[in-house]
C-alpha cells in the first residue's frame, strides 16, 4: 500500500475503524477483565471485529491494544507479556487486513499521572511507552496511533518513543478536549493549539482529536485544529455523550447523524474521519458512505 502520508498529500479521505470495547463485551469480555488479553486468549474475536470494520469501508483497522502499556497491564499481572500481547495484536490482524488497509497501532494513556501532578517519573512512562511500540513496530504496525491523550506531556513521550524507534513509521496523535468558557481544553489544561504545535513539534505526522465528544462539538475542534495544523487532521467522534435509558447505557448519535457532519469535516480539511465510544460497523458504513458522496 502507498505510504499513508503520501497518501493523504494526494488528498485522499481515510476512514477510521468504531469502537472496540463494545464489539469484544459482545463476544464474552467480562467487566473488570483486561481487554488487551483478548489477544492471547481469543485472537479470533480479533479478527471478526476487523472483518466487520474492513467490510464496512475502514481504511484504517486499529490493534486491541489501548492500554497495552506495562504500566497498564501491571494491573492486572500481565506486564510480562507486553511484547507477547502487542505484537499478537498486529499479527493476528495481518492475515484478514491483507492491505486492504493500515494496521493501525493503538497507544493510550498509561494510566499513571506523571510528576509533578503524579508520583510517575517520565522516564518510567517513557520506558513503558518504548516497550509497548517496539512490540506493535515489531508485530508490523503500519501506523502507531496515540490516542484519547488528556495529558499533552505523556502524549508527547508516547510521540517521543515512537520516533526514538522509528524514523519513518507514520505516528497519528489525537488528544481529548473538554469544553469550557474559554474554548476547549484537555482536562490537564492544554488548548487545541498549543497541543496541535507541540505534537507536530515532536514529530507527529497527523494530529486531532477523539473521544470524549459527539460530531457537534468535534466539528467546532476540528475547525480550530484547522487554524493550526501544517499537517493533516484526525477526527474519531464518540456516538454522542452516553445516556441512561431504561437501565441501559445508550449512546445516542444515529449512524446517520454522523454522516452528516462528514461533508463539513471534509470541507474543514480533516484527512482521516472515524468513529470512537458508541460506534459500531454501522457507523463506519454511514461514514463511508458519506465520504464517497462527498468526494
Not at 524514523?167 to 492544554?190: L, N, Q
Request: include cysteine; hydrophobic fraction near 45%; glycine fraction near 10%.
Amino acid at each position: 500500500m502507498e505510504k499513508l502520508p503520501d497518501r493523504l498529500r494526494s488528498g485522499a479521505i481515510l476512514v477510521g475503524d468504531g469502537a472496540w470495547g463494545t464489539q469484544l463485551m459482545a463476544r464474552g469480555l467480562e467487566p473488570g477483565d483486561s481487554p488487551e488479553a483478548v489477544n492471547l486468549s481469543n485472537p479470533s474475536a480479533l479478527v471478526e471485529i476487523a472483518t466487520l470494520y474492513l467490510d464496512a469501508g475502514a481504511d484504517l483497522v486499529t490493534t486491541n491494544t489501548f492500554g497495552a502499556s506495562p504500566l497498564n497491564l501491571a494491573r492486572y499481572g500481565l506486564a510480562e507479556k507486553t511484547e507477547e500481547i502487542n505484537r499478537a495484536a498486529v499479527r493476528t490482524l495481518k492475515p484478514a487486513v491483507a492491505g486492504r488497509a493500515y494496521i493501525s497501532g493503538s497507544v493510550g494513556p498509561t494510566g499513571s499521572i506523571l510528576a509533578p501532578y503524579g508520583d510517575t517519573p517520565k522516564a518510567t512512562v517513557l520506558a513503558a511507552f518504548r516497550r509497548q511500540i517496539g512490540a506493535l513496530l515489531d508485530g508490523g504496525a503500519d501506523v502507531i496511533c496515540i490516542e484519547t491523550m488528556t495529558d499533552l506531556a505523556e502524549a508527547l513521550l508516547a510521540v517521543e518513543a515512537a520516533r526514538s524507534l522509528s524514523g519513518e513509521v507514520p505516528v497519528i496523535a489525537t488528544m481529548t478536549f473538554d469544553a469550557t468558557p474559554r474554548g476547549y481544553f484537555t482536562i490537564m489544561g492544554s488548548s487545541v493549539e498549543q497541543a496541535c504545535d507541540a505534537l507536530v513539534e515532536a514529530g507527529a505526522d497527523v494530529v486531532g482529536s477523539n473521544c470524549g465528544n459527539g460530531v457537534e462539538r468535534m466539528v467546532e475542534i476540528a475547525r480550530e485544529f484547522t487554524n493550526h495544523a501544517a499537517v493533516p487532521i484526525a477526527i474519531q467522534s464518540n456516538a454522542g455523550l452516553p445516556e441512561h435509558r431504561d437501565g441501559a447505557l445508550v449512546w445516542p448519535e444515529s449512524p446517520e447523524i454522523m454522516a452528516a457532519k462528514v461533508p463539513e469535516l471534509i470541507d474543514l480539511g480533516v484527512k482521516i474521519i472515524g468513529g470512537c465510544c458508541g460506534t459500531g460497523p454501522e457507523h463506519i458504513r454511514a461514514i463511508r458512505a458519506a465520504v464517497d458522496a462527498h468526494r
